[in-house]
């Protein structure tokens, strides 16, 4: 059983294509409406990005619950660039036999503009041979670290994460402009349930988990997170997928 959250569908895809690999199945974590039944597994992996050098809290929420049967287990994290200690940090949450860092395009426009197509594309041709080498990895349950954490991993993974975790997944900055033309997707897709309409426009709730995907995913490019990414590019995998890895 292969566990995923995904907000721009960079590990939605990953944890599809590991499960085609391996013969397995990838359930969403935010479409279970109960307790997954892994008794039995012969092998159980998780697949989310890395928030600020860490694990997504709610992916780390999902596993502290989860039973820990004797299964062969693995983690796969999405990462535009590095992943730090955020393995290892999820590691104490649920032992990994396997830990994998899988570099991605990068949907983290709060910080800078996404990927262009020129870096989107051979990152996604790099990451499905990676996908095909961890496969064959998991299917021999060989154990494996092969984790990209990057320089200062441990500052990056420690403080930074506090910072962002604590400070910085504030929705306050979130706004639609006028383009909203009110279609409610925004609204529908947020993991978080975190978005209602009002007066035919979007509005927040507290506190969110920053996936990014309402403000990638908008079809009219109508969302804004404060004054840093207006003019800068929108990023979800799908635009990039051939007809046979679409979901
Ligand atoms: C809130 C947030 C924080 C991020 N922090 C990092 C990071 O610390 N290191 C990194 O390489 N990429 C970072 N990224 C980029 C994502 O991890 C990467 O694009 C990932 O593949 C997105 O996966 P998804 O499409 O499944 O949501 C961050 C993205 C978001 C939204
Ligand atoms: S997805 Fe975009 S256009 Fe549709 S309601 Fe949300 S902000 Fe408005
Ligand atoms: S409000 Fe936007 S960023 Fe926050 S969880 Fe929902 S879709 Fe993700």
Known sequence: MIFYFSGTGNSAWAAR???KLTGDTAYDITSLNERPDIDNAKQ????????????PEIMAEFAKKLPQP???????CTCGADAGLAMK????????SSSYSLVMPNNYIIGSDTDNEDEILPKLTAARSELERISGEIRRQNWVYRVHEGGLAGVKSHLVNFGFNRFARSTKPFFA???CNGCGLCMRSCPA???TLQDGKPVWAVQCYQ???CINHCPQQAIQYGKSTAGRRR???HSYLPQDEQF
């Open 70 to 76: 004797q299964a062969f287990t693995f983690g796969v």
């Open 17 to 19: 294509q590991l499960a």
């Open 235 to 237: 990023y979800t995998i």
């Open 211 to 213: 996936c990014l995907r």
């Open 177 to 179: 402009e006028d383009s």
């Open 89 to 96: 940090q999820f590691s104490k949450v649920y032992p990994l």
């Open 193 to 195: 349930h975190a978005i």
């Open 44 to 55: 159980i992996g998780f697949v989310f990005p890395v928030y600020a050098w860490g694990a």
